[in-house]
């Protein structure tokens, strides 16, 4: 064996075929180490925040504090970070209140047991939780219009505060530049119409929507603003390794701490990759691969180092189908992938749908590259009706893309963990 893609709570084995050029490309998100503990990283980042008071002292004289915390979808782990905010906000003000807000973003629901899974049971039976819901019109008010011109609607909760603070993590992601900070807000807590606005066609087309970018990212910007019409205060971000342990923590000021992280997070994910004819990647694994929605990300990494007309081979358990009705449909009803393209590129943002912005980056990628999913046999029909071709197996996938190729020895790239890398071209 050549190495391990992560699939699920497993992984799957390749090996090179004999007569390839095979490349394995790997972030170096694993010599990311600390000898500390895990909540130690976290409570010195608390106890030193970056262009900010501590929570404590800004939380002395509030009546009523919303920490915003991330949903099942995210490897954020909460059980480190939100005993110690919680401890801090109430340090100085006993009587202060305090919801925990789950920002689902267009995500379904978060259930009790996943909450319990995410924070622990003490907590989701002591604490006040309430789980945002997108779609629910009356729970959100308006507060604003964003730069994009996307009216900024959130929820009532995060209104209904005199302080709001969140938690997350930084990783790479495929169109905001990085996760964490802002994303808290927008989309985590906002109605369905401002997320729409935000994630529009003209701004997902922007060259500068892309993993790693936040300079002249219109998308990041939209983001910026809606933090700051919020009112978010502070934030505790943390960086996780391979092994979904933290690593770094950063705390204070939303914009300030967030951009620290996102500088000391960059040079662990950028990989400098040459063009192949086949590349092969993975979504990170449980829970990031629970979905074909979420698996979008990882084709994008792909889609950064191989060849127009090349093949992706994308593995993915996707225990949970396709994570969006309405990107599952789109997709299948399409006429062709450059059609769907046009129309969402095209589509205002006051008429963006659900799910919009997943199915116009896969259609950007189909409309250059043959995409093979290896996942569970349920989803072959659905993968299929994607304009995707199922494989049962990793194996069957690689002699049909090498096939496909037309060459004797085709170029090979592996990236184990799509996700987790800002993909470099080489000229």
Same mark, same amino acid.
């Given at each position: 064996?050549?190495?391990?893609?992560?699939?699920?709570?497993?992984?799957?084995?390749?090996?090179?075929? *004999?007569?390839?050029?095979?490349?394995?490309?790997?972030? /170096?998100?694993?010599?990311?180490?600390?000898?500390?503990?895990?909540?130690?990283?976290? %409570?010195?980042?608390?106890?030193?925040?970056?262009?900010?008071?501590?929570?404590?002292?800004?939380?002395?004289?509030?009546?009523?504090?919303?920490?915003?915390?991330?949903?099942?979808?995210?490897?954020?782990? #909460?059980?480190?970070? +939100?005993?110690?905010?919680?401890?801090?906000? /109430?340090?100085?003000?006993?009587?202060?209140?305090?919801?925990?807000?789950?920002?689902?973003?267009?995500?379904?629901?978060?259930?009790?047991?996943?909450? +319990?899974?995410?924070?622990?049971?003490?907590?989701?039976?002591?604490?006040?939780?309430?789980?945002?819901?997108?779609?629910?019109?009356?729970?959100?008010?308006?507060?604003?219009?964003?730069?994009?011109?996307?009216? %900024? +609607?959130?929820?009532?909760?995060?209104?209904?505060?005199?302080?709001?603070? #969140?938690?997350?993590?930084?990783?790479?992601?495929?169109?905001?530049?990085?996760? @964490?900070?802002?994303?808290?807000?927008?989309?985590?807590?906002?109605?369905? &119409?401002?997320?729409?606005?935000?994630?529009? =066609?003209?701004?997902?087309?922007?060259?500068?929507?892309?993993?790693?970018?936040?300079?002249?990212?219109?998308?990041?910007?939209?983001?910026?603003?809606?933090?700051?019409?919020? @009112?978010?205060?502070?934030?505790?971000?943390?960086?996780?390794?391979?092994?979904?342990?933290?690593?770094? *923590?950063?705390?204070?000021?939303?914009?300030?701490?967030?951009?620290?992280?996102?500088?000391?997070?960059?040079?662990?994910?950028?990989?400098?990759?040459?063009?192949?004819?086949?590349?092969?990647?993975?979504? @990170?694994?449980?829970?990031?691969?629970?979905?074909?929605?979420?698996?979008?990300?990882?084709?994008?990494? *792909?889609?950064?180092?191989?060849?127009?007309?090349?093949?992706?081979?994308?593995?993915?358990?996707?225990?949970?189908?396709? =994570?969006?009705?309405?990107?599952? /449909?789109?997709? /299948?009803?399409?006429? #062709?992938?450059?059609?769907?393209?046009?129309?969402? &590129?095209?589509?205002?943002?006051?008429?963006?749908?659900?799910?919009?912005?997943?199915?116009?980056? %896969?259609?950007?990628?189909?409309?250059?590259?043959?995409?093979?999913?290896?996942?569970?046999?349920?989803?072959?029909?659905?993968?299929?009706?994607?304009?995707?071709?199922?494989?049962?197996?990793?194996?069957?996938?690689?002699?049909?893309?090498?096939?496909?190729?037309?060459?004797?020895?085709?170029?090979?790239?592996?990236?184990?963990?799509?996700?987790?890398? +800002?993909?470099?071209?080489?000229?």
């Amino acid at each position: 064996m050549d190495g391990w893609i992560p699939y699920g709570h497993t992984q799957l084995p390749f090996a090179f075929p *004999a007569n390839s050029n095979g490349t394995v490309l790997h972030s /170096r998100i694993g010599e990311l180490k600390s000898e500390k503990e895990e909540s130690e990283i976290v %409570l010195e980042a608390m106890r030193k925040p970056i262009a900010s008071p501590r929570l404590e002292e800004i939380a002395r004289d509030r009546k009523k504090a919303v920490i915003i915390i991330s949903d099942h979808t995210r490897p954020v782990p #909460s059980k480190v970070i +939100i005993p110690y905010m919680l401890e801090e906000l /109430r340090r100085a003000n006993p009587d202060i209140e305090i919801v925990l807000l789950v920002a689902t973003g267009f995500h379904r629901g978060t259930t009790k047991e996943e909450l +319990i899974e995410k924070l622990g049971a003490d907590i989701v039976q002591s604490e006040k939780i309430v789980v945002h819901d997108a779609q629910d019109q009356d729970s959100n008010v308006k507060i604003g219009v964003l730069p994009s011109g996307a009216e %900024l +609607i959130i929820d009532k909760v995060a209104v209904d505060c005199d302080l709001l603070v #969140s938690e997350g993590f930084v990783e790479p992601h495929f169109f905001a530049g990085f996760s @964490g900070g802002r994303k808290s807000v927008l989309p985590g807590i906002c109605d369905q &119409k401002t997320v729409f606005g935000n994630h529009c =066609g003209a701004f997902i087309d922007s060259p500068y929507a892309r993993t790693g970018i936040l300079d002249n990212n219109p998308i990041h910007a939209d983001m910026l603003a809606a933090q700051e019409m919020a @009112g978010l205060a502070y934030i505790v971000n943390v960086v996780i390794n391979e092994e979904k342990k933290v690593v770094a *923590a950063f705390a204070g000021d939303p914009v300030k701490a967030h951009e620290t992280a996102c500088r000391f997070l960059a040079p662990y994910c950028e990989i400098e990759a040459e063009a192949a004819d086949i590349v092969i990647t993975g979504n @990170g694994g449980a829970p990031l691969d629970q979905n074909i929605y979420q698996c979008v990300k990882s084709m994008t990494a *792909a889609e950064a180092c191989v060849r127009p007309g090349g093949v992706i081979i994308l593995c993915a358990e996707c225990a949970d189908g396709t =994570g969006g009705e309405s990107f599952y /449909r789109k997709v /299948r009803d399409c006429e #062709s992938p450059e059609a769907l393209y046009e129309e969402a &590129k095209n589509t205002s943002y006051e008429d963006t749908i659900a799910d919009q912005w997943q199915y116009q980056i %896969l259609a950007r990628i189909l409309i250059k590259n043959h995409v093979l999913f290896v996942t569970r046999p349920q989803l072959q029909e659905i993968i299929e009706d994607m304009k995707m071709e199922y494989a049962a197996s990793l194996e069957t996938a690689l002699q049909k893309a090498v096939q496909l190729t037309g060459k004797e020895q085709p170029d090979i790239t592996v990236i184990p963990n799509g996700i987790s890398v +800002i993909v470099q071209p080489k000229e």
